[in-house]
């Protein structure tokens, strides 16, 4: 399953092997964020990539019939609402410090959640820990 819904505002992307469509939802993504005259939508695809491959490596890994939400709005001005659910059990978010470099930043590992946190105006996580909100600029 790979589902696409688009209109003027926003574009929900939902697949249950998000992993062979991954560069095919990116593609989406930038599509409609120069669709939407994002001056610079660099930003904006790092932090959603990031939340993406972490929905599909660590989200929905081991789950049976896994399925992984994005979607990506125009909030106002050049602020974007980007979304990555997925049906996981989800993580304890609150382990994440903010803005710190990992303590090995030659390794990957929380390397993610230093450049989502870095790039975005402000991140929101559900209470499971299987939905996150980032919102970033793109000027």
């Known amino acids: 399953m790979f589902t696409v819904s688009k209109n003027t505002a926003e574009i929900t992307i ?3 092997e998000m992993y062979k469509y991954k560069n095919d939802t990116m593609d989406l993504c930038a599509k409609f964020a120069r669709e939407n005259n994002a001056e610079e939508s660099s930003g904006v695809m790092v932090v959603l990539r990031e939340l993406l491959i972490n929905a599909i490596e660590h989200g929905v890994s081991g789950v049976i019939s896994p399925v992984v939400c994005v979607k990506l709005k125009k909030y106002k001005n050049n ?3 980007i979304i990555v659910f997925d049906n ?3 993580f304890n ?3 994440i410090k903010p803005k710190l470099l990992p303590d090995d930043p030659r390794g990957i590992e929380k390397r993610g959640y230093y450049l989502i ?3 975005s105006e402000k991140v929101e996580f559900n209470e499971k820990g299987n939905c996150i909100t980032a919102y970033v600029s793109a000027d």
Do not use: H, P, R, V
């Open 88 to 90: 996981g059990n989800g």
């Open 117 to 119: 946190y870095s790039l």
């Open 79 to 81: 602020l974007f609402q």
């Open 93 to 95: 978010f609150k382990t």
């Open 14 to 16: 939902e697949s249950s």
